[in-house]
């Protein structure tokens, strides 16, 4: 009986933290020769930490890695790519004043007894490795920034296949391809494995999994839930449920029967309203007391919709109105006066004055109803800021301290008390818990809720769907820009938006 070949690769207890965050607990990983070895997760799971600890990007704080049976520490990305490790990023690390030649062997050039060759060599030999990809019309000499996105990503592939590769790693590489491209990105990785090349492959949709995976690792909050699954034969129910675990609880409070009943008139309409390489047409209408949840992956298009509405972005066709009107394209202060307010998802950056008191957090929407003939009534402020604030129970109860020395929970509070002083009808949460811990959560869905049974319209954005599915009462799902699902959320299970956002299309 033949020996087995040994792995290729084999990653062993991979651990990796950064500040406050354990990326990577003991992730092990197994890639053979000539196959294509699909790398699942949600976002957050540590798939780019550990590709990149793969590139020589990142070091591990523990862990092994073995290469061609013996041991190796990849320092950098060089390194890497001396042995024969090439990561093609989702976000492509493109130079785009050079030409497509330049950017191919940038770092490598040809030489000649020790001289770089410019020009004509390294043009043929470009050349030759976009016919190998089938795209031969790509002119090696043409800059990079004159080429679309699709054929930025072959460039990307060229530069691999131009180094010695034994193994390449790409991210979310279709994701950028309409179908015909993406046919031919499988060709292109069918002919790699067929020369014994192996092939880390990350990708949301698990249709491509079926199509081109020989087995699955999928990892799960820093960790390998599970390692070397055969992809035709794991259902992808198992696959979504590994990826989905749950080591939270998550509590919400009960929604009003009549929430966003029909026969209340919308407060907030969105008609066609649509962002070019962002979002489709989108057509939507919140009702006071209703919570609409936007359920997608990163780049579904989930928080461009809400920036768009807010006007932080102009829609290129559309239009949003509230009460009837419609609003200035792209015009915040239109949206604000109109009485829509956005919690975003960068709160830190986007939402607060980190060296301000809670008192100005609050305030600073409302700045002109505390001006007497010229001058801030402070006492006016701080007093209006405190009863704002007391209303959602933020902690400490005192408007003077520094917004940064309080949690994340509290932080978040002062963000929607800012809304309740302007007299917000409209409120935009983007990740309204992110960076917030487990029992605070609870609080702050009771106060989105409270919110809503008070009369606010409420427009969520979550990467947890159990936090859509709990809070909204209807829910939209998207994927690539485009609703593919709209419905109550009661008819919605965690499992069924999964399959909608990785392999749905759009239905009525």
């Known amino acids: 009986m033949a020996t087995p070949e040994p792995p290729l690769l084999t990653m062993s207890g991979i651990t990796k933290s950064f500040p406050g965050v354990r990326a990577l607990d003991g992730v092990d990983l197994e890639v053979r020769s000539g196959e294509v070895h699909c790398l699942l997760g949600q976002n957050g799971a540590g798939k780019s930490t550990l590709i990149k600890v793969l590139a020589g990007a990142h070091q591990p704080d523990e862990g092994e890695i073995i290469w061609c049976g013996a041991p190796v520490t990849l320092r950098s990305p060089i390194a890497a790519m001396r042995l024969g490790i090439a990561t093609i990023y989702q976000e492509l690390d493109l130079v785009d004043g050079l030409s497509v030649a330049e950017n191919v062997f940038l770092g490598h050039e040809p030489t000649t007894a020790g001289f770089v060759v410019r020009g004509g060599r390294a043009r043929a030999a470009t050349a030759g490795l976009l016919r190998r990809l089938g795209h031969a019309e790509i002119d090696p000499g043409r800059p990079v920034a004159d080429l679309s996105a699709a054929q930025r ?43 014994g090349v192996a092939v880390v492959y990350i990708s949301h949709r698990l249709e491509e999994i079926r199509r081109i995976g020989h087995r699955v690792t999928v990892l799960k909050d820093g960790r390998a839930v599970a390692g070397g699954l055969p992809a035709a034969d794991t259902p992808t129910r198992d696959i979504v449920a590994m990826m989905t675990g749950r080591n939270v609880e998550y509590l919400f409070p009960a929604p009003r029967p009549d929430a966003g009943a029909p026969a209340a008139r919308p407060v907030l309409a969105v ?134 020395t309080l949690s994340g929970g509290n932080q978040q509070k002062a963000v929607l008390a800012r809304w309740l002083l302007r007299g917000c009808r409209v409120l935009l949460l983007d990740e309204p818990t992110r ?12 106060v989105i809720r409270r919110l809503a049974d008070d009369g606010l319209a409420v427009l969520l954005v979550s990467s947890e769907v159990p936090e859509v599915l709990g809070l909204a009462d209807r829910v939209l799902v998207l994927r690539e820009g485009r609703v593919v699902r709209t419905a109550p959320a009661r008819e919605l299970d965690e499992h069924r938006v999964l399959d909608l956002v990785m392999e749905g299309s759009p239905t009525p």
């Not at 060229?158 to 590769?165: C, E, F, G, P």
């Not at 811990?437 to 702050?444: I, M, N």
């Open 153 to 195: 990503q072959i460039v990307s592939m060229a530069r691999a296949l131009s180094h010695d590769v034994r193994l390449i790693v790409m991210d979310e590489p279709s994701a950028a391809l309409d179908p015909d491209e993406t046919a031919n990105l499988f060709r292109i990785v069918a002919d790699l494995t067929a020369a």
């Open 271 to 404: 008609e066609g309203l649509a962002r070019d390489g962002e979002f489709a047409p989108l057509d939507l209408e919140l009702r006071p007391g209703e919570i609409v949840g936007l359920a997608g992956l990163v780049g579904s298009g989930r928080s461009e919709i809400l920036e768009t509405v807010y006007g932080a972005r102009r829609p290129t066709a559309g239009r949003v109105l509230v009460d009837g009107r419609p609003l200035r394209r792209g015009s915040v202060r239109a949206a604000v006066r109109a009485g829509i307010g956005l919690a975003p998802e960068e709160r830190k950056a986007q939402g607060l004055l980190m060296l301000e008191s809670v008192t100005r957090n609050v305030s600073v929407s409302s700045l002109a109803r505390f001006s007497r003939a010229g001058w801030l009534d402070r006492t006016a402020e701080r007093a209006a800021a405190r009863r704002a604030t007391r209303e959602l129970s933020l902690r400490p109860d005192d408007p003077d301290v520094r917004i940064r």
């Open 435 to 446: 960076g917030v811990d487990v029992g605070a959560r609870a609080e702050l869905y009771a």
